[in-house]
């Protein structure tokens, strides 16, 4: 483990607090190994990764094309559950959870994005209204871009969004407007 973080410069290092994990973390701590961080799960390793699904598959993972890892990677999160080994599957669904979850300095770093935010040259954005067929409440586009639909069945979204929206949705508006994004 220290090796791994060494070689890949890794300032904090997760492991799972349960079982031989729990004797690693005691360990690391008592050699003045800093940057341990204990991961406690809450469910199974199947739902971890289901709950990870739409991350991975909206692009926000990156790996690599040529590593030498990859190819046993791959095989090993395209067979599971049924596969001989599922660490490496447990690892990146323990990541992505630990990844997401808001951490003790991120009020400074969220401060410091909101004061970009407003230095940021205001840009133009075109916005269109779109009507929804009948019986759907709302529509997600992106991992993040929930849209709800208005009881009259309708709804804005960007225009470069509106191009994933199906076809039999009826655009009825567009318009330009300035904002900050």
């Known amino acids: 483990m220290r090796e791994q973080q060494s070689v890949y410069g890794a300032n904090e290092v997760l492991i799972e607090d349960k079982a031989s994990g729990t004797q690693l973390i005691q360990e690391l701590i008592a050699d003045g190994c800093h940057g341990v961080r204990r991961y406690q799960p809450t469910c199974d390793k199947i739902m971890r990764l289901n709950a990870q699904t739409a991350v991975i598959e909206n692009g926000f993972v990156h790996i690599p094309e040529t590593a ?4 046993e990677y791959l095989h090993e999160m395209t067979v599971f559950p049924r596969g001989k080994h599922d660490d490496q599957v447990d690892s990146t ?11 003790s300095s ?9 004061r970009a935010e407003e230095l940021r040259e205001p840009t133009t954005t075109t916005m269109v209204r779109l009507r929804a067929p009948p019986g759907i409440a709302a529509i997600q586009i992106f991992a993040d871009q929930h849209y709800n639909i208005g009881p009259d069945g309708t709804f804005v979204m960007p225009a470069e969004d509106a191009d994933f929206v199906p076809e039999d949705w009826t655009k009825i508006a567009e318009r330009t407007c300035e904002d900050a994004d």
């Open 68 to 71: 030498p890892w990859v190819a």
């Open 93 to 103: 669904a323990q990541f992505l959870d630990w990844f997401k979850r808001p951490f």
């Open 106 to 114: 991120q009020g400074i770093y969220e401060y410091y994005r909101m």
